[in-house]
């Protein structure tokens, strides 16, 4: 069955449960003012639905938010199945939710997430052509999606660096990573290669140990990595890293990283702006993935991807002045973000 519901400003909430093929699924539609929602799908063993609906409603509005700001003409979606992406995969789970993101005609297109791949999306798009990451596409090939998510993070930390000492510069300057994943690993290897020293840490010592010997990269705990004291800390794993507890053992003088809701609350904003620290607004600057995906729906070449994603520089510069031309304590760049956003939304 499939239940609809609007509420709080979202366009649109499925909730379904298909017995046939074991599907528990939350399609969440944030907007679709600026274009079809674009938004991966996520598989999680959510604790309850209401868990997998808040994740999915969350994730939905943060999709609107990313691509108005790196102009991109789609809307904010997510899809959300509730399952262990290790034991309770199948072809027919798949293609169900195949068969009801058809049936939404559009108005939301599919993707890679946390916990699917290529060959997932491969079942969905035998029901439907609103997909997008299936094998052999622009955002599958060669993992470009999570290489340009760490170009443009790359480019978001020299544009920090310029704004934090006037020169954008990386020799001289040592870069915290935590998280050595698809898009840490890449960003370790822009960074290396403009000549910043390297600080990582991960959960998977095999991942350190080459980091260690590709980069010179210098290892630490993966409890320890934020107390770095370094130019920049860039937190490539997971969110709410930056919280009350964390914030006061920071030595670092900007944050840029690719993790999604890096502030565990919009507050934590303002305590960085106190300790004198430069954030570089998340979803600002890891929009990489999404201007990939963009492109490939309208048919674009990789190098034409990779020049929008250069222009994450000028966004981030534009968030930066808004930031620092307004009353100190009053907009921080987070709130800046919001702010451009929100007026392109019309919201
Ligand atoms: P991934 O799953 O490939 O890598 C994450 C890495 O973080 C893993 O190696 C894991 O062992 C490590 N990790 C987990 N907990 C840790 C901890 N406490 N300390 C240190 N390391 C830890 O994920 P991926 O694709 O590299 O994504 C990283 C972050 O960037 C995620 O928050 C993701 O949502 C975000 N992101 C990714 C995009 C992409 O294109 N892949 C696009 C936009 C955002």
Redesign the pocket.
């Known amino acids: 069955h499939s239940v609809n519901a609007s509420f709080e400003g979202f366009e649109r909430l499925d909730v379904m449960e298909d017995a046939a093929s074991g599907l528990k699924a939350i399609i969440a539609i944030d907007q679709t003012k600026l274009g079809p929602a674009l938004g991966g799908c996520r598989m999680w063993m959510y604790a309850s639905e209401e868990a997998a609906i808040s994740d999915a409603l969350r994730l939905a509005r943060g999709m609107t938010y990313k691509s108005a700001l790196a102009d991109i003409p789609y809307g904010g979606g997510k899809a959300v199945i509730i399952g262990n992406p290790a034991t309770d995969k199948s072809s027919k789970l798949f293609r169900s939710l195949g068969r009801i993101i058809e049936r939404l005609n559009g108005r939301y297109i599919t993707g890679m997430d946390?916990g699917t791949t290529s060959a997932d999306m491969d079942e969905i798009l035998r029901e439907t052509r609103h997909v997008t990451d299936v094998t052999g596409s622009l955002g599958a090939t060669g993992n470009f999606?999570?290489e340009m998510?760490a170009y443009g993070v790359y480019i978001a930390i020299r544009t920090s660096l310029k704004q934090k000492y006037g020169s954008e510069q990386l020799q001289q300057r040592t870069v915290a990573v935590?998280?050595?994943?698809?898009?840490?690993f890449a960003l370790c290897r822009y960074l290396h290669q403009s000549g910043a020293q390297l600080i990582v840490?991960?959960?998977?010592n095999r991942?350190v140990q080459l980091a260690a010997s590709q980069f010179g990269a210098a290892p630490v705990a993966?409890d320890a990595?934020h107390k770095q004291r370094c130019d920049v800390f860039a937190p490539?794993?997971?969110?709410d890293i930056l919280n009350d507890l964390t914030i006061p053992e920071l030595q670092c003088q900007i944050i840029a990283g690719?993790?999604?809701n890096q502030l565990a609350d919009p507050r934590h904003d303002v305590l960085l702006e106190q300790a004198d620290i430069l954030y570089a607004p998340d979803y600002a600057i890891?929009a990489?993935?999404i201007i990939v995906t963009a492109a490939e729906l309208n048919g674009s070449s990789a190098s034409y991807a990779r020049s929008q994603v250069e222009r994450i520089s000028h966004t981030l510069a534009q968030i930066y002045a808004r930031s620092a031309g307004s009353t100190p304590g009053t907009l921080p760049p987070a709130a800046a973000a919001d702010a451009i956003t929100r007026k392109r939304l019309g919201i």
């Open positions: 946390l999606t999570a998510t935590q998280g050595l994943g698809k898009v840490g840490a991960d959960l998977d991942l993966v990595v490539c794993a997971l969110g690719a993790a999604n890891n990489g993935g």
